[in-house]
C-alpha cells in the first residue's frame, strides 16, 4: 500500500480535506489506485433564542416550565441529547426526541421545581452524536422561595405594670416547607410613645416611638414562633 501521504499501512487517518491517492500492489505485481475525496460534514445545532434560561423566583411546592427550541442548520439529520452540567433535582429535562432532521427545529421543555429557598445556576448542554461530535450551552437561572408572617399579638396590660413583654411572632405560611436555615431579622416598630417605655433599642420624636429589635440563629416553622419581645413598664 502506497499512500500520497508517504504511509504504507492499509489504513490512515486524515485530518485534512482534500484528495488522498491510494496505490494497492499484489504479491503477482498488479496494481491498482484509487483517489480518496475526504471532506467536512458541517452538522450544527443552534439555539433559536440566545440569553439564559430565566425562571425567576417560583414558590416552594410550585414548579414552572420552560421550553428551549433548537435548530438543526444543516443538511444532515443530527443526533443529540440534552444534560445537565451538574446533577440537580430540581431542575427536569423532557426530551421529545433525540433525532433532529435537517433543516428543522425541535423543542426540549425544562420544569423547574424548587426545594428550598434559594439561587440555583446550572447549564444546559445539547450534546451532537452523530454525524459529528459537537456541543452547544445555554446557562440557566433560577430560584425558590418561601413566605412568612411576621406580627405583634394583641397584648392587654394595665397602667403602671412593669417588666411586661409583647412577643414578636414569626412562621412561614408555605405548608410544603420547613426551614433549617438559621435566619437573622430586623425589625422597626412605630408606636406611641404614651404607651410603653421599652428596654430595648428605642429613639423619641415628639409622640413617636420607634423600637429597634434585630437578631440571628433562630428558625422558622408553620408553628407560630417567637423570635424576640418587647419590654418595658
Do not use: H
Not at 405583634?152 to 412577643?167: F, N, S
Amino acid at each position: 500500500y502506497n499512500w500520497s501521504t508517504g504511509e504504507t499501512t492499509k489504513e490512515i487517518t486524515v485530518t485534512n480535506i482534500g484528495t488522498y491517492t491510494l496505490t494497492a500492489t499484489n504479491e503477482e505485481g498488479c496494481s491498482g489506485t484509487a483517489n480518496i475525496e475526504v471532506t467536512t460534514i458541517e452538522a450544527e445545532l443552534k439555539f433559536t433564542d440566545e440569553g439564559p434560561v430565566d425562571f425567576g423566583k417560583i414558590l416552594l411546592g410550585f414548579d414552572s416550565q420552560m421550553t428551549v427550541q433548537i435548530t438543526n442548520t444543516s443538511e444532515y439529520d443530527i443526533e443529540y441529547r440534552a444534560r445537565l452540567k451538574d446533577n440537580a433535582n430540581q431542575i427536569t429535562i423532557v426530551q421529545s426526541n433525540n433525532n433532529i432532521e435537517a433543516s428543522s427545529t425541535d423543542n426540549i421543555t425544562l420544569i423547574f421545581t424548587p426545594d428550598y429557598p434559594q439561587y440555583y445556576n446550572n447549564l444546559l448542554i445539547i450534546e451532537t452524536i452523530s454525524p459529528c461530535e459537537t456541543s452547544i450551552t445555554k446557562s440557566i437561572t433560577a430560584a425558590g422561595y418561601t413566605t412568612s408572617k411576621v406580627w405583634l399579638p394583641d397584648t392587654t396590660a394595665t397602667p403602671d405594670t412593669r417588666d411586661y413583654c409583647i412577643p414578636l411572632r414569626a412562621e412561614i405560611i408555605n405548608n410544603n416547607f420547613q426551614s433549617d436555615l438559621n435566619l437573622t431579622y430586623s425589625a422597626e416598630i412605630n408606636t406611641d410613645a404614651s404607651l410603653i417605655v421599652p428596654t430595648n433599642i428605642y429613639s423619641i420624636n415628639g409622640r413617636d416611638l420607634q423600637i429597634k429589635l434585630n437578631g440571628s440563629g433562630f428558625q422558622l416553622t408553620n408553628d407560630a414562633s417567637t423570635i424576640d419581645n418587647i419590654c418595658g413598664w
